[in-house]
T-cell receptor, first 113, second 118 residues
């Protein structure tokens, strides 16, 4: 099971673009990269998932280089409400045996006014 | 759909008492997960079920913990006897191979049950 490394915390300001990078050096061929967001007193919530290159949805973009050993979550024009913990996970969600996604400590993102 | 529903939201009990946490997964989801979250250890997978059958319980800390899923719409996590070190937020999550975004197996979490054992 691939483990991930993320910065423990990051600060930014409203209106800025925030990029959070995650390292996953032992990612397997079939592994997907998934990011979740967790607010205090709530369960984690899916943000975005990708396999390679770039994925974009209504809230974020995910950049994955060709070697897939890292990924970057990009949050455009953040607001105070984006203050949360962000988790990067890797795993093969298509196989029963790999539903044991390992949750790291996540990155605590604090947005300042 | 109302999402994953957990109860109780908060539980305060004394050491040695039995604790039962409950979860109703999203209808149609065939995977159900129990997680525990603490500041020290982060999110830990305790056990997960597929089609009501426990698949992996290697994360269950010890025999004091047990989980059941008698049908597709209900699961329980029981701690007996409870100890202060069991204090944590317990999350239930459900999923299917095509839940949420197609073919992503997105996990949907409940709001958690905050357990305090005195």
């Amino acid at each position: 099971l691939a483990k991930t490394t993320q910065p423990i915390s990051m600060d930014s300001y409203e209106g800025q673009e925030v990029n959070i990078t995650c390292s996953h050096n032992n990612i397997a061929t079939n592994d997907y990269i998934t990011w979740y967001q967790q607010f205090p007193s709530q369960g984690p919530r899916f943000i975005i998932q990708g396999y390679k290159t770039k994925v974009t949805n209504e809230v974020a973009s995910l950049f994955i280089p060709a070697d897939r050993k890292s990924s970057t979550l990009s949050l455009p024009r953040v607001s105070l409400s984006d203050t949360a913990v962000y988790y990067c996970l890797v795993g093969d969600i298509t196989k029963d045996s790999n539903y044991q996604l390992i949750w790291g400590a996540g990155t605590k993102l604090i947005i300042k006014p | 759909d109302a999402g994953v529903i957990q109860s109780p939201r908060h539980e305060v009990t004394e050491m040695g008492q039995e604790v039962t946490l409950r979860c109703k997964p999203i209808s149609g989801h065939d995977y159900l997960f129990w997680y525990r979250q603490t500041m020290m250890r982060g999110l830990e997978l305790l056990i997960y079920f597929n089609n009501n059958v426990p698949i992996d319980d290697s994360g269950m800390p010890e025999d004091r913990f047990s989980a059941k899923m008698p049908n597709a719409s209900f699961s329980t996590l029981k701690i007996q006897p409870s100890e202060p070190r069991d204090s944590a937020v317990y999350f239930c999550a459900s999923s299917s191979r095509t839940s949420g975004r197609k073919n992503t197996g997105e996990l949907f979490f409940g709001e958690g049950s905050r357990l305090t054992v005195l």
